[in-house]
């Protein structure tokens, strides 16, 4: 035995680094790579596939690659073969996430860039594409200023904004729950700006605030806010974080007993967190963006159909919204007859999409002039069990997006074209 | 007021309790073989899936009991094929390792049981709260502290009492001495990573109790656990049960007066505590 064999002290520099170093290790990722062809039509996945974001990211993609398999299955995008490139943006880094954009657009030269999840992500992607003027389909970012103060007109959304999610539930939450709110928030953009919706919309029906908290991303214990929104005596608590943190928050809330004394709720909600619940912290009043289990609306028992075939498990709004992003794409180019972005986006002015991809009871357009897509949006409870395995979600209200959706000027949009 | 914030104080105990236990582990590994175990997070999700994996063959208690031992031999293969290579080497080599394998475990438990959470279900009667007014004493967190004070109070009393404690200390202090007197260093650091290991995996199974069992969950749990050992000193145990302890305290008395800055108070709390006292509260001289 050698006295190499032992062990040089660690020190406490050696600690701190390697603390440091423990937060590099969030934001870092592995590199994808994808086979790529220089004849194909090109478009450019910049979405989270690592960190708090890699489930719903993952479902984006899906709706990506059968997309992609439908328009090729179809004649592709201008009789041109359609070709995915996939890069991982991270979760929550918009450093990278920018850097892997900029590769996919010099580099790659893809015709279309999509994403990405991160609504803060997603608004410096979308600073890349429109100095770049290539076409850009964000399938899942909320934040408002997206399609609102910063939209561009290389930039359209299929998500919806967070102030439409805000007054698609804020009614029935007013009229069935009580009007004193308090709020569990993110402390980011999206947060942000969806607690600002939600004031606003439930100021106009007379509802308050009686106090609320901004949580860091990717907060894991939520005790202490519980305890604070309890002691406000409030009628409902709204949740309005999401992923894992939704998760964790829920599952103590129930744990604390919450819901039998004051109503849960919030605004977006997503199959991917209730799923991730013990039955028992399925519960709440929500938005869903999409759900799969619609009966009587066309074409969307195929698709459920052809995403089970893929995985083996229901499509989710992420896969819907991944499903859309793709199909506009190839959409724009056929219409416009062209690749060129100019001529493709004002194609999609108030474009409507066939009811094969739109898979809502009143369909999906873009509005012209802020680029939002403008869908249904299902208000309802959260079920511990429903019809299928999957079906966790009670569907009480589908909203009309026209109805709530506000007007162009009201969401700040002001378009600029290039000469 | 008052209430508040002796409500926040009790629950930052709870909370506290929790990053203690997934620090201890962490510790012991580092005070014995001076490996700063990156890959822990990645030991603690582990601990979960493999609990959550078991539940539907023994049970919730099964699991419990099972879960961090299987954890543990994990552990121990690792260090005996890969960990033990890089010992008496620049910390650095020790620290790239366990720092590739993070990210391998992580993306292997994504691998393995997908991208998203898993429903994890404990016992309906831990669920309850125990009386209404002080709600978030619920009988789970209760049994929690349990398991923590059952845990630490045992590996102060293996590491007190028995030989393989004693010498597991004794090496901490002077690894050299102890192997010339005709220990086998070579176990003894397998048998303390393996310890180490299995506190990381208990508290894998304790976690996902109350939070998503998620691929990322190791993560997010492991820099507090870097912050308690910092602040309650290097190379003492107690040190960073109180580390653990204090900074659960610390960010929960922060959520009632300044709530966006409960992640930031702890590292803070760090910083503070470098500046005043390099070595941790109750960290021995010398090693820094």
């Known amino acids: ?419 | 007021m008052t209430q508040l914030l002796l409500f926040n104080v009790f629950n930052g105990l709870i909370v506290g309790a929790f990053y203690a236990l997934m620090a201890l582990g962490l510790s012991l590994i580092l005070n014995l073989s001076g490996v700063i175990n990156f890959a822990h997070g990645g030991f603690l999700a582990i601990g979960g899936y493999l609990a959550y994996t078991l539940i539907p063959y023994v049970g919730f208690w099964g699991a419990l009991v099972l879960a961090p031992l299987l954890t543990a031999v994990i552990g121990f293969i690792v260090e005996r094929v890969l960990i033990v290579r890089v010992y008496g080497r620049d910390p650095l080599y020790s620290l790239l390792l366990t720092f590739g394998l993070a990210f391998i475990f992580e993306d292997g438990t994504r691998f393995i049981w997908g991208a998203q959470s898993l429903p994890f279900q404990v016992p309906g009667w831990l669920m309850t709260p125990l009386s209404s007014d002080y709600f978030f004493l619920t009988g789970y967190r209760l049994f929690m502290v349990l398991v923590v004070a059952i845990a630490v109070i045992g590996l102060f009393l293996i590491l007190t009492r028995t030989r393989l404690g004693i010498r597991i200390r004794a090496g901490t202090l002077d690894l050299e001495t102890v192997s010339v007197l005709g220990v086998n260093v070579r176990i003894l650091r397998n048998m303390n990573f393996g310890l180490g290991v299995y506190l990381a995996g208990l508290a894998g199974v304790l976690a996902v109790g109350q939070l998503g069992l998620q691929p990322t969950i190791g993560a997010s749990l492991i820099m507090p656990s870097f912050v308690a050992i910092i602040v309650g000193g290097l190379g003492s145990l107690p040190g960073t049960l109180l580390g653990g302890l204090l900074i659960g305290v610390a960010s929960g008395i922060t959520t009632v007066f300044f709530p966006s800055a409960t992640e930031a108070v702890i590292y803070v709390m760090m910083a503070v505590v470098l500046l005043i006292r390099p070595r941790g509260l109750l960290g021995e001289e010398g090693r820094f």
């Open chain 1, 1 to 419: 035995m050698t006295s190499d064999m032992f062990s040089k002290r660690i020190d406490r520099r050696t600690v701190i680094k390697t603390a440091a170093l423990a937060g590099v290790a969030q934001i870092t990722s592995p590199f994808v790579i994808t086979a790529r062809a220089a004849d194909n039509v090109k478009i450019g996945l910049d979405n989270p596939l690592t960190g708090t974001y890699a489930a719903v990211g993952k479902n984006e993609l899906i709706g990506c690659q059968l997309a992609i398999e439908q328009i090729n299955a179809k004649g592709g995008i201008l009789g041109r073969k359609a070709e995915l490139l996939v890069e991982d943006s991270t979760s929550g880094d918009a450093g990278t996430a920018v850097q892997k954009a900029r590769k996919l657009i010099d580099r790659d030269k893809i015709d279309f860039l999509l994403g990405n999840v991160n609504s803060a992500l997603a608004l410096a992607m979308a600073g890349v594409s429109s100095e770049k003027g290539v076409l850009h389909v964000v399938p899942g970012g909320h934040t408002d200023a997206i399609t609102g103060a910063t939209c561009h007109w290389n930039v359209f959304r299929v998500c919806n904004t967070t102030q439409m999610e805000a007054n698609a539930v804020a009614g029935t939450l007013i009229k069935d729950y009580g009007k004193k709110w308090y709020y569990i928030t993110p402390d980011y953009a999206f947060g942000h700006t969806l607690q600002a919706g939600m004031e606003k919309a439930s100021a106009t029906l007379g509802g308050s605030k009686v106090g609320g908290d901004l949580t860091p991303l990717g907060t894991t214990d939520f005790s202490s806010y519980l305890i604070k929104a309890q002691a406000a005596k409030p009628d409902v608590i709204i949740f309005l974080v999401q992923g894992d943190d939704m998760v964790n928050a829920l599952k103590q809330a129930v744990q604390f007993g919450l819901e039998k004394k004051i109503h849960l709720a919030g605004a977006q909600q997503e199959l991917e967190p209730l799923e991730g619940l013990p039955p028992e912290a399925r519960i709440g009043t929500w938005v869903f963006e999409w759900y799969w289990n619609q009966p009587g609306v066309p074409h969307v028992a195929e698709f459920v159909a052809a995403i089970k075939k893929k995985t083996g498990r229901v499509p989710t709004a992420r896969t819907w919204f991944g499903f859309v992003s793709t199909w506009t794409c190839a959409l724009a180019a056929n219409t416009a007859k062209s690749l060129e972005a100019v001529k493709m986006a004002k194609a999609l002015q108030g474009f409507k999409l066939p009811p094969e991809i739109a898979l809502m009871p009143d369909g999906a357009f873009y509005r012209a002039g802020q680029n939002q897509l403008i869908p249904n949006l299902y208000v309802g409870n959260a079920q511990a069990k429903g019809s299928a395995p999957d079906d966790l979600f009670h569907v009480t209200n589908v909203v009309k997006g026209a109805d709530i959706a506000g007007t162009v000027a009201e969401s700040g949009c002001k378009m600029t074209w290039p000469a």
